[in-house]
């Protein structure tokens, strides 16, 4: 089996460099809300397209007086784009969160499934976020959820080649040994954010530059 060299010195650098910046919401072990799956799904739908900053404004508006599918409910959609406004696609996402509120109290006496196929299920509801709910939701070992950057940074420090962040997620499976995948969405998510950004990435100020290849690095900074 392929594995990753220095994977220990990597993580370890990463962990120690990225204690400075702050973390994404939904990966945050300390919210100004109720921490719950049901929270994590929400505040994940929000992210969806949308910057870290206004989903967590609008995580914090809508999630600490309404932290429960029987509670979202009492709120109409139009109340509900109010308190998420500007998340990226409000009208659709406050339709949504109503909808998979309606489904929780209808088909899971208002708890969020605790398995990945059942959420899948649900309106709106994609790998990302499904593997989301269960790390950051559940507590749940065993899975890695992949947003863009989970799936840019492993492809340009060459650890693998792929096209998609489904095969993103198979290949890391493979390579990252089991006790890094907790870690892996959070600290890659905040890495992508500050320092191996998409154009044009930090790679003067990279804590583990030593060690990336740099696959289609054609500027840096
Ligand atoms: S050296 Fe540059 S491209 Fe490589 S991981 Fe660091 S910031 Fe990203």
Redesign the pocket.
Known sequence: MKHIEHVEEIFSLLKKDLTKYRQPIVSRPKKEYTDTPFTTLISCLLSLRTKDKVTEQASLQLLQKYDTPEKILRLSEQKIISLIYPVGFYKTKAKRIRQISQTLIEKYNGSVPEDFNELLTLNGVGRKTANIVMVYGFKKHGYIPIDVHCHR?PN??GWINTKTPEETENELKKIIPEHYWDDFNDLFVTFGQT??VPIS???SR?P??LF?K?IL?TK?R
């Open positions: 940074i340009r420090l320092i191996c990435p930090f790679c990279c583990i530059e990336c740099k690095v840096h």
